[in-house]
């Protein structure tokens, strides 16, 4: 397979989001400023950057969900039967009246899938996240591991051309996140058909190194990319080792640095006392 | 362990005697209420004339039910109910769900419902009665418009109310226009909606009454105002506690559907 310019993934032109304020005498923010950037094929992309600095916008306009004000970003499309993107949403985003089984099959149903081709789809991914036993259970009866779970396999599931992933496991405990990431990394690198192209937004270096290829820092709002990493660690990766790794502090380090410097400056924009730690 | 369930089961028995007692008394207060009127009207302290006592009320009642007469009146105060019922919740459905569903809908129909909405149904029925003569048609739609306003209402702000993350999921998973009602706005706002409906059921047996004691030659109703003009109030005790033993009745099966239908709401 050729990487050349053209064979990108996803293509960001100068992307640019205004959002007009809500009362007419607010001003406008600028959530994206002129965005440029590119994502290889298969390249597992996280976009990280202070609290509310324009990266779930950017995810959103991925998903469709929001319209850019200019600029363009292009999801290149391979196979027209497939769906464009499937998102894993940022809280619960599991739809109560439905079941496990209904959850996963959800993206399949809308897209008229044959019954026996959906069925066997959605067993498949039940497995595949360890749900079996609750194919039939309401969501109210799960834990919020195991919704994020049901979340993360209705969005394989569909098979979609990009995945997309708007800080999926924020709302879990410190044990259940490392589970849920290390499960998502091997449904991720264990894809039947082809590794799938994943950006993934969260506020946490930890995740975005551990699971990411690359990771894009953003800035405080307006939103710019800042810094662009590669993230040349081995797969697979394991917590424990990645943390004691040179190559990882390394990393950690680089972006850090800028990170605090657009925390502090996005605090001082807002007219808060900040105690920069070094 | 043994021990410490035996304490448990000692704190916990004369709870259960208390619930016991509780529910023998909950059956026998009524009963005992039956008795001190049946008495009071036998020693004179009531008068017959206008409280007749329960026993000559259940020997109307077995007169009235064995001649077929009281089959005839509640068949048909059923038939308009349900009638006024289906004609009030369907259209209330599909409008109140394209209401919730898209603002500009909302927008353009809102002010007109908050505006006709405080109309007393009732007030309604002369109208009805002109413009849809004194057959059933007049009766169905008065009820109709009861049910409709209380459906209506409670379905938009149960769609209003869901969760805006769900229709960004059916968004993202390519769910037409037709999946947004079936698999969002329908299922999500069906709490609210039997709330509605329970409503709804509770004001049709209130306008059912009223129009048939107006307008109409037979019903529960009629056979309640009829009491009054004829001056044999037996009939009318017999009206209201089938009205209140519908009542009931109808609220309980709307319940026991809500848990069929909506088995995913918390308890």
């Known amino acids: 397979m050729e990487t050349t310019v053209a064979q990108a993934k996803i293509r960001v032109d100068n992307l640019t989001k205004v959002f007009r304020g809500t009362k007419r005498a607010s001003d406008p923010v600028i959530a994206l400023d002129d965005i440029t950037f590119e994502v290889p094929d298969g390249q597992f992309l996280c976009v990280v950057g202070p609290s509310g600095c324009g990266k779930t916008t950017l995810l959103r306009i991925t998903a469709g969900l929001e319209t850019e004000t200019s600029g363009s970003l292009i999801i290149r499309c391979d196979d027209p039967e497939r769906p464009l993107n499937s998102m894993v949403f940022q809280e619960s985003s599991v739809l109560p009246w439905m079941t496990v089984r209904r959850n996963i099959g959800y993206g399949l149903r809308m897209r008229g899938l044959p019954r026996a081709q959906q069925r066997d789809i959605v067993e498949r991914f039940l497995k595949k996240v360890g749900l079996s036993k609750f194919g039939d259970a309401y969501p ?19 098979d979609p051309e990009i995945l997309l992933m708007d800080e999926p496991f924020a709302a879990l405990d410190e044990q259940n996140k490392i589970l849920l990431q290390r499960e998502l ?35 405080a709002l307006p939103g710019k990319v800042k810094l662009d990493v590669d993230v040349d660690l081995p797969r697979p990766r394991k917590i424990a080792e990645l943390r004691t790794s040179p190559r990882f502090t390394r990393l950690f380090r680089e972006i850090w640095e800028a990170l605090r410097e657009e925390v502090v400056k996005d605090k001082q924009s807002r007219g808060l006392d900040f105690v920069a730690e070094s | 362990m043994v021990s410490l369930a035996n304490k448990l089961s000692q704190l916990l028995d004369p709870l259960k005697n208390e619930e016991q007692r509780n529910q023998i008394i909950s059956i026998l207060s009524p009963v005992a209420l039956l008795l001190l009127w049946e008495l009071m009207v036998r020693s004179g ?59 500009l809908v909302r927008a353009i129909l809102e002010p007109m419902v908050a505006a006709t909405y405080p109309i007393p149904k009732l007030a309604l029925l002369p109208l009805m ?32 109310n869901i969760e805006p993350i769900y229709l960004d999921v059916a968004r993202n998973y390519g769910a037409s226009k037709r999946d947004f009602y079936t698999t ?30 107006i307008g109409a030659q037979n019903g529960i109703g009629y056979m309640i105002w009829t009491s009054y003009q004829i001056f044999v109030l037996e009939d009318m005790y017999i009206g209201l506690v089938l009205m209140a033993f519908f009542g009931y009745f109808f609220t309980m099966s709307l319940s026991y559907l809500e848990k069929v239908v909506v088995p995913w709401k918390q308890q």
């Open chain 1, 140 to 158: 109210h009866q799960l834990s919020g591991g195991m919704k994020q779970r049901v979340s993360v396999a209705r969005a394989f599931a569909n």
């Open chain 1, 185 to 219: 990394l091997r449904i991720w690198e264990g894809s039947e058909t082809d590794t799938k192209t994943v950006v993934y937004v969260t506020h946490s270096l930890d995740e975005a190194l551990f699971l990411a290829d690359r990771v894009i820092l953003m800035t």
């Open chain 2, 45 to 103: 302290w009531l008068d017959a004339r206008f409280f007749p006592p329960p026993t000559v009320i259940a020997a109307r009642f077995w007169e009235l039910a064995t001649s077929g007469i009281l089959a005839e009146h509640i068949g048909i105060s059923l038939a308009r109910v349900f009638a006024g019922f289906l004609a009030g919740t369907i259209p209330a459905l599909l409008i109140g769900l394209t209401m919730g569903l898209f603002p």
């Open chain 2, 129 to 160: 009665l002109l413009v849809f003569g004194s057959g059933e048609l007049s009766k169905v739609v008065t009820i109709g418009l009861g049910c409709f306003f209380l459906v209506l209402m409670n379905t938009v702000a149960g769609v209003v």
């Open chain 2, 184 to 213: 969002i706005a329908l299922p999500g706002a069906l709490p609210m909606i039997f709330t509605g409906m329970k409503l709804g059921m509770g004001v049709s047996l209130l306008l059912i009454v009223a129009a048939e004691m």
